[in-house]
């Protein structure tokens, strides 16, 4: 078992590694649900799965905000080896570059296939990305009225650099505000109140501010996402060197497990219509599914610090290859899909055709870019392929 002497020893957390590598490929999984469930998608399959709805809420809660409290914690530890205006050009290129080339390449194939299932959409492809992708408003309403050109899944990108960004502005003025905002909100959360004072926040964002700013994911307006997504960042960005709260969240992952599963369990009978609290419904369930986000985030990252230390050849390739991953697979999954339509396949036979076509093309994506010095920044990789002394002292991105 790895001791807290050994976290301190080395410069690379291999727990949150695992954490972010997981995270990640969870989209996969979740985004070929987003076929079968009732919730609106890009195209949708002729099968309704409604038992998998439960499965999804299961992580919808807690999954985006685990990788935005990751990608804080590897800003906290980037800017050790760097200076402000270095981490900044470092995270543009990282981020805006894939974004860029992902908006006019790898996510105009959404669209299109939504606007052919969405409407018959008769012309083809060349003649919609021509004609309608780069029109720069809402498209086809009023329905689905689609703004274009669109980000759709690549929004994390955006969003990770604007908070990257803003970051950067409040620390060029307080330049020691890192540190001495990680200690005052290490203080605060010291003991139980770890558990306690950040579900209070998620609450507070899920009551106040969900209704009124429902997720669009638009970047402006989308103050509910804002405030819980930053919050998680900043979290992670405080939390980083914070040695003792990383073991408090060890040894409290129990409790966070054993709290996180009633909160998730109150959450799902409220909203089949099971439970009716003397509270509103709607102020209980918002309060339940709060609470449920931060104690899920705790119990995976309590869990992974005690077992997802150890290092081995797949971690260190999937740690360079899963952004190219997350930059292809949605893209994947709809061709498929769509390619499928009208087969007459079961729903255990089709799903499972598209989670094995997407992982195939992420993996024949990975292994054709990361050859290519000129593609490698397109998505997300270095222009030059790290050395494994280098990659041992690198943060998770």
Same mark, same amino acid.
């Given at each position: 078992?790895?001791?807290?002497?050994?976290?301190?020893?080395?410069?690379?957390?291999?727990?949150?590694?695992?954490?972010?590598?997981?995270?990640?490929?969870?989209?996969?999984?979740?985004?070929?649900?987003?076929? %079968?469930?009732? =919730?609106?998608?890009?195209?949708?399959?002729?099968?309704?799965?409604?038992?998998?709805?439960?499965?999804?809420?299961?992580?919808?809660?807690?999954?985006?905000?685990?990788?935005?409290?990751?990608?804080?914690?590897?800003?906290?530890?980037?800017?050790?080896?760097?200076?402000?205006?270095?981490?900044?050009?470092?995270?543009?290129?990282?981020?805006?570059?894939?974004?860029?080339?992902?908006?006019?390449?790898?996510?105009?194939?959404?669209?299109?296939?939504?606007?052919?299932?969405?409407?018959?959409?008769?012309?083809?492809?060349?003649?919609?990305?021509?004609?309608?992708?780069?029109?720069?408003?809402?498209?086809?309403?009023?329905?689905?009225?689609?703004?274009?050109?669109?980000?759709?899944?690549?929004?994390?990108?955006?969003?990770?650099?604007?908070?990257?960004?803003?970051?950067?502005?409040?620390?060029?003025? =307080?330049?020691?505000?890192?540190?001495?905002?990680?200690?005052?909100?290490?203080?605060?959360?010291?003991?139980?109140?770890?558990?306690?004072?950040?579900?209070?926040?998620?609450?507070?964002?899920?009551?106040?501010?969900?209704?009124?700013?429902?997720?669009?994911?638009?970047?402006?307006?989308?103050?509910?996402?804002?405030?819980?997504?930053?919050?998680?960042?900043?979290?992670?960005?405080?939390?980083?060197?914070?040695?003792?709260?990383?073991?408090?969240?060890?040894?409290?992952? =129990?409790?966070?497990?054993?709290?996180?599963?009633?909160?998730?369990?109150?959450?799902?009978?409220?909203?089949?219509?099971?439970?009716?609290?003397?509270?509103?419904?709607?102020?209980?369930?918002?309060?339940?599914?709060?609470?449920?986000? =931060?104690?899920?985030?705790?119990?995976?990252?309590?869990?992974?610090?005690?077992?997802?230390?150890?290092?081995?050849?797949?971690?260190?390739?999937?740690?360079?290859?899963?952004?190219? %991953?997350?930059?292809?697979?949605?893209?994947?999954?709809?061709?498929?899909?769509?390619?499928?339509?009208?087969?007459?396949?079961?729903?255990?036979?089709?799903?499972?055709?598209?989670?094995?076509?997407?992982?195939?093309?992420?993996?024949?994506?990975?292994?054709?870019?990361?050859?290519?010095?000129?593609?490698?920044?397109?998505?997300?990789?270095?222009?030059?392929?790290?050395?494994?002394?280098?990659?041992?002292?690198?943060?998770?991105?």
């Amino acid at each position: 078992m790895t001791t807290p002497q050994q976290f301190r020893s080395t410069d690379r957390r291999i727990d949150l590694d695992w954490v972010r590598i997981l995270a990640f490929g969870l989209l996969i999984f979740y985004h070929v649900g987003m076929l %079968y469930v009732s =919730w609106g998608f890009h195209i949708k399959s002729a099968h309704r799965l409604t038992w998998l709805e439960p499965v999804m809420l299961f992580l919808n809660p807690w999954r985006l905000s685990l990788l935005f409290l990751v990608s804080g914690v590897a800003t906290r530890f980037m800017l050790d080896k760097s200076n402000l205006a270095a981490l900044a050009r470092a995270r543009s290129a990282r981020l805006l570059l894939p974004l860029i080339f992902g908006m006019l390449v790898i996510v105009p194939p959404q669209s299109y296939l939504q606007i052919v299932e969405s409407l018959g959409y008769p012309a083809g492809f060349l003649e919609f990305y021509t004609t309608h992708y780069f029109a720069f408003g809402a498209q086809f309403c009023p329905n689905p009225c689609i703004v274009l050109p669109t980000w759709n899944h690549l929004w994390f990108v955006v969003y990770l650099w604007v908070y990257t960004v803003a970051l950067i502005g409040v620390l060029a003025l =307080w330049p020691a505000g890192a540190d001495w905002l990680g200690r005052k909100l290490a203080a605060v959360l010291a003991g139980p109140w770890l558990l306690i004072v950040p579900c209070l926040l998620f609450v507070a964002w899920r009551v106040v501010l969900f209704p009124a700013f429902p997720s669009t994911h638009a970047l402006f307006g989308d103050w509910y996402n804002h405030a819980d997504h930053a919050t998680a960042f900043l979290t992670g960005f405080l939390l980083a060197k914070q040695e003792g709260i990383w073991r408090e969240l060890e040894s409290r992952r =129990w409790v966070a497990l054993v709290v996180a599963a009633g909160c998730f369990s109150a959450f799902i009978l409220v909203r089949a219509g099971l439970f009716a609290p003397s509270l509103a419904p709607k102020w209980f369930a918002a309060s339940a599914y709060g609470c449920y986000q =931060w104690l899920a985030i705790a119990a995976v990252l309590g869990f992974a610090r005690r077992h997802l230390t150890a290092d081995s050849a797949g971690r260190r390739y999937l740690t360079d290859a899963i952004f190219p %991953y997350y930059i292809v697979h949605q893209t994947a999954i709809i061709v498929i899909a769509h390619q499928l339509q009208g087969s007459g396949l079961s729903a255990g036979i089709e799903a499972s055709i598209v989670i094995v076509g997407t992982a195939l093309t992420c993996v024949v994506t990975y292994e054709v870019v990361r050859r290519i010095a000129w593609l490698r920044p397109l998505f997300g990789l270095r222009t030059a392929p790290r050395t494994v002394a280098r990659m041992e002292q690198h943060q998770p991105a």
